[in-house]
């Protein structure tokens, strides 16, 4: 051989060499380099979130009032979307090319690399096609999950509804909650959105490069389950419910009824209603939309959040305080001359009849104001100390009754009502020197006194406990172990004895079952009702049509309270809607007149809209600030619904 | 080979290790091949429309045609050489107008359900003639003149592969520059100025021609400064230093003007100049990928992801590597590595035995092959070279490929096996 012989070496040293190269990237890229697992990891696990069902509500006989049902998401993760079908997908999804933009853009502008929610709540059919196709849509994704339903369309407000998770929510949850996760928004579904949401499982599925699913990642070791919300078993009675609704067909108002043994409530309506569906689905942003901007405001909670001068209700508290007070007992008289005069005579409390000399039992039935401006006077004049303080034990013992405060129902938005300190007046008339005659309009149950249909019903129940209510409240059970809240168990004592009801409840049962009392169109064969109509002003327009009442008188059954706005004298609207749910209620049937229930069915007291009250609601503008600004505003307007005892003085001394 | 006669096949001394190193490569070549189009839904299937179906009737036939050539007189392969270079160049002007377009390359013939490669063929006719022509040569001293007409064997399929835009497969033939190296037609000085110019090359591209042209000077300056008292080399440094930077701003200007912008993106993507995993990036990014989750001892047989559920594209031929290294880690990749390294090492050392010129020249010939390919692939799943669609011989999937380097390495055989025959 020659010397070329020894490039045989060269060439085979420069062979190694690459050989070496090659080893030591491999090294770097195998062994020393972690983040490529993780890289090919990212690439064919996708986490699936299942969402757990949320919590059943079922009415107290097991009446389902809500469910779930099955719909779509469509998620998208934008850096893996290339060369799609793009009109395809927007005919599959049912939307259009500009509708595609905004949501790609909306999901970058979350994270170009996590899949993000692209169309929420596609329908089982919608779905079914678009399945066939998903393969083409690289970086689209589908999640299941269920929405509600309600298969009654009732008791929305009491209900409640979800909503998608904001950004406040998210951040206060922190991070249980993630962009396109639902949350109770109101009623029940906010109230108990911790039992019902359940907990989120999640799935490791694998997928290939067309993103089409491969199966389960390590034989799900690293999977967790989705946990079911707690089931609800709700204190609402979906009969009764169903009947009250119908009544409150096309008028405002509500209509909350209780048990008085446990405080229960069987009845919760707010009119005017709405169907709880509209507010699932992909429509929802609009009906929400429509909901807020209807002038009847759907959405304001009556029962809870509206507050009326409580008007004859308050005549019964104020008898029982005063009897426990000692000012008056069951024999006492006043003489009625057809009003109460007071102020050293300048100024005058009309009373509707001319009753003479009145003891209590009578002075109930038949709402007389002139004995209750009395007792208001003794109980604030003629005490023994300075009225300012009187009125403080005054004021007490009425708060006892659930006045002016929350009850504390398990719904959230709960108003207060309305009952001053005795400061308010203190610095109103710049010094203690004020008495009763300042503001005897709170004698019976107008000027500066509010309270909610609610808390009338509540008290009703007290009047039917013979002096105690428990916390009224929706849900009477949680979870499969019937788990009830304790705050519930526990008895509240209105701080009024016994012995003191009954010539009370006389009164109300005379009102109703003795012929010339207020409400004697509206009694019941075979029940004995305690009730009364009453009245209370409006000072915008006609006044408001109430009736409460509990039956049967002995062990009583069930609390009621009726408000029909703008329908003027109660004994005409409220008091047969009353009647027929507590006949309803007790026996299952309904003997009133037909021509009374088909007065009732069919009546429209929808108030007439002034035109030009508030513009037209342009859907386009529409935002969640607005939509709060209209809610501020609904509020107020309930609010100026209180009147200024003055105002009713001066009312009734012009008429 | 300790026993002769044990060896005394075929009418000669069959290299029996270097055929063992071939049927496990083909093995590994199947089983990888299995794992890449491996379909997880129908577990048990085994269908010869697949790839590793057709695979091991390649492999099988593989094995009819290394066992005919070991049966053929080894005269008849340089006796032949001319014929079947005249064939294949034939062939490959063919393919320009009947040729098949498949990922980009105009390089197939359809046969039926079979398509030809001429090209591969190809580079056993260069390899062939070129040992043919220079060993004719041999006992002369080498000059200027048959370099040429040896490069312009080479040269000739290189310009009808490029015109069939198969740049991977014509690159394949500059390879045989390390056997005019060997020969002595190419010096060990001019080797390592092409070697320092393709250093050069790439760094230029990497970092652009100003940085370069600096350290160059850098360079220059400070070899001035050494060599301070020698005008001599002072002046040929000068003159170095004129003819590497025109060489750099020659290739600067070659990459902005004459390369197509899909090119350049290529080689800028193996640069790291630009980071783009979802577009031109995105085969060497899954490749990466899928040989780095691999990790020490790999995901085990037909647990790799990335190939699995197809990340990585062209996985079981140009990519069959990222299989490998994702399914057996960097073990089964060392094992690889050391089969090719042991391969040619002993091609090398196989040639060198040879008693005639033209069988060492053809073997180097197939060695230099071997590596290129094996170089260039491995490199281009790992990125560190670009993207060029060569195969890993006798692992990737392919009949052509197969059988055109199962006939290069068994004719190399044929050679060794009666290089006492033949004075």
Redesign the interface.
């Known amino acids: ?2 010397g ?2 020894e ?2 070496y ?3 040293g ?3 060499a ?2 070496v ?3 030591a ?3 770097y ?3 020393v ?5 993780l ?3 990212n ?2 696990l996708r986490k699936m979130i299942i969402y757990p069902a949320r919590g059943v509500i079922l009415d107290r006989n097991g009446e389902v009032l809500v469910q779930n049902e099955p719909v779509y998401d469509l998620l998208v993760t934008p ?1 893996e979307v ?1 060369n799609i079908d793009t009109a395809l997908l927007c005919e599959l999804v049912g939307i259009d090319m500009e509708g595609f933009k905004r949501r790609m853009e909306k999901a970058r502008s979350y994270s170009p690399y996590k899949a993000s929610q692209f169309e929420k709540q596609i329908p089982a059919t919608a779905y079914a096609k678009l399945q066939e196709h998903l393969y083409k849509f690289r970086g689209f994704y589908v999640q299941n999950r269920t929405v509600r339903s309600y298969p009654d369309s009732i008791a929305a407000q009491f209900l409640g509804y979800i909503q998608e998770v904001n950004d406040r929510d998210i951040e206060r949850s922190n991070g249980f909650y993630r962009p396109g996760d639902y949350i109770g928004a109101s009623g029940v579904e906010s109230a108990y959105e911790e039992l019902l949401r359940g907990q989120r499982g999640v799935k490791n599925v ?5 993103n089409r699913p ?2 389960v990642f390590a034989d799900g070791k690293y999977d967790t389950l989705a946990v079911a919300g707690e089931g609800l078993v709700s204190s609402l009675d979906r009969d009764l419910q169903l009947l009250a609704e119908k009544l409150m067909h096309n008028k405002i108002g509500s209509v909350v009824a209780i048990e008085p043994s446990t405080g229960e409530i069987l009845t919760f309506v707010s009119s005017p209603s709405y169907d709880p569906n509209m507010m699932v689905g992909r429509e929802r942003g609009n009906n929400y939309m429509k909901l807020l901007h209807d002038p009847y405001k759907p959405m304001f909670i009556r029962p809870i959040q509206a507050q009326y001068p409580p008007g004859s209700v308050f005549k019964v508290v104020a008898a029982l305080i005063a009897q426990q007070a000692g000012v008056i007992n069951a024999n006492t008289v006043f003489h009625c001359p057809g009003g109460y005069r007071y102020g050293g005579g300048r100024a005058f409390m009309r009373c509707t009849h001319v009753d003479g000399s009145i003891p209590l039992v009578p002075a109930i039935q038949r709402s007389c104001n002139t004995y209750f401006g009395y007792t208001y006077a003794r109980m604030i004049d003629h005490r023994g100390m300075p009225s300012a303080k009187a009125y403080e034990h005054w004021r007490e013992a009425v708060m006892k009754f659930g006045i002016g405060h929350p009850l504390g129902i398990d719904l959230p938005g709960e108003k207060s009502g309305l009952l001053p300190s005795a400061d308010y007046y203190t610095k109103r008339y710049g010094n203690t020197k004020w008495g009763s005659s300042f503001n005897i309009s709170l004698s019976i149950g107008q000027g500066e006194m509010g309270i909610t249909p609610l808390q009338m019903a509540n008290i009703m129940a007290i009047v039917a406990n013979r002096g105690f209510y428990y916390r009224p409240h929706l849900i009477k059970a949680i979870g499969e172990k019937k788990i009830i809240k304790p705050e519930f168990t526990e008895r509240i004592s209105a701080g009024v004895d016994p012995a003191y009801y009954e010539p009370v409840i006389e009164g109300l049962s005379r009102a109703v079952n003795m012929p010339g009392g207020t409400a004697y169109s509206v009694r019941i064969a075979d029940i004995e009702m305690c009730g009364k109509t009453g009245t209370a002003q409006n000072p915008h327009g006609e006044n408001h049509a109430v009736f409460f009442a509990f039956a049967p008188r002995e062990n009583p059954k069930i609390a009621i309270a009726v408000f029909v706005e703008n329908a003027g004298y109660g004994g005409t609207w409220a008091g047969p809607i009353a009647s027929m749910l507590v006949e309803k209620y007790l026996k299952d049937t309904i003997t009133l007149p037909k021509y009374i229930q088909d007065r009732i069915y069919n009546a429209n007291l929808l108030p007439k809209l002034k035109t030009t009250e508030k513009k037209a609601p342009d859907t386009a503008g529409s935002t969640q600030k607005q939509a709060s600004v209209n809610r501020a505003e609904s509020n107020k307007e309930e609010n100026v619904a209180f009147v200024h005892h003055s105002a009713v003085v001066n009312r009734f001394r012009h008429e | 080979m300790s026993n002769p006669n044990r060896n005394r096949l075929f009418g000669g001394h069959v290299d029996w290790f270097t055929v063992l190193l071939w049927l496990l490569l083909c093995i590994i070549g199947w089983f990888n091949i299995h794992a890449a189009v491996f379909d ?2 129908y577990p048990g299937l085994f269908s010869m429309n697949t790839n590793y179906g057709k695979q091991s009737i390649y492999i099988f036939s593989a094995m009819i045609i290394a066992l005919a050539i070991l049966i053929v007189d080894a005269k008849f392969y340089s006796s032949a050489a001319p014929l079947l270079y005249a064939l294949t160049i034939v062939l490959l002007v063919v393919v320009l107008a009947v040729g098949r377009n498949v990922g980009g390359n105009q390089s197939w013939i359809p046969m039926g359900n079979f398509r030809l490669q001429p090209s591969e063929f190809a580079k056993l006719a260069t390899c062939l003639l070129l040992a043919r022509y220079l060993s004719t040569q041999s006992n002369k001293t080498p000059t200027f003149r048959n370099l040429l007409v040896g490069a312009s064997i080479a040269l000739l399929p290189v310009v009808l592969v490029l015109l069939q835009r198969d740049t991977g497969s014509a690159l394949v033939f500059f390879s045989l520059v ?1 056997v005019f ?4 037609y190419i010096s ?1 000085q001019w080797m390592l100025i092409g070697g320092l110019s393709i250093l050069l090359f790439v760094l230029t591209l990497a970092f652009n021609q100003w940085p370069i042209i600096i350290a160059l000077a850098i360079v220059t300056g400070f070899g001035i400064y050494i060599f301070r008292k020698r005008r001599k080399v002072i002046a040929s440094l000068a003159v170095l230093f004129v003819i590497a930077a025109t060489y750099v701003f020659c290739v600067e200007f070659v990459y902005q003007n004459v390369l197509q912008p899909h090119q350049r993106t290529r080689i800028d993507v193996v640069l790291g100049k630009i980071d783009d995993p ?1 577009g031109e990036g995105y085969n060497l990014n ?1 490749s ?9 001892w790999g995901k085990g047989y037909l647990q790799g ?2 190939t ?4 990585v594209p062209e996985q079981s031929t140009d990519f069959i590597f990222c299989t490998i ?2 399914e057996w ?2 073990v089964g ?2 094992v690889i ?1 050391g089969i ?2 042991t391969l ?2 002993r091609i ?2 196989i ?2 035995r040879q008693r005639t010129a033209f069988a060492r020249i053809y073997a ?1 010939g197939v ?1 230099c092959i071997l ?1 290129f390919h094996f ?1 260039i692939n ?2 281009m799943t ?3 070279v670009p993207i060029i669609g060569i195969p890993l011989p006798f692992l990737s999937y392919g009949g052509s490929s197969l059988w055109s380097f199962t006939i290069l390495l068994f004719i190399m055989l044929k050679f060794d096996s009666n290089r006492k025959g033949i004075v």
Do not use: H
């Open positions: 051989m020659n070329l012989f490039r045989k060269i060439i085979q420069i062979f190694i690459v050989a190269i090659i080893t990237r491999l090294f890229l195998q062994v380099d972690d983040s490529y697992l890289s090919a990891n690439n064919v850096r290339k694998m997928v290939d490069v067309f491969q199966g | 997880p839904e390390f190296y060997r020969e002595g060990g979802r899954q990466i990928i899928a040989i780095g989750s691999g990790q020490f992801t990335q699995k559920f197809n990340f290294g994702e880690g960097f990749c060392m590595i090719y390294l040619l090492l090398v050392n040639a060198e180097y060695a590596f170089a491995i490199g790992i990125g560190i």
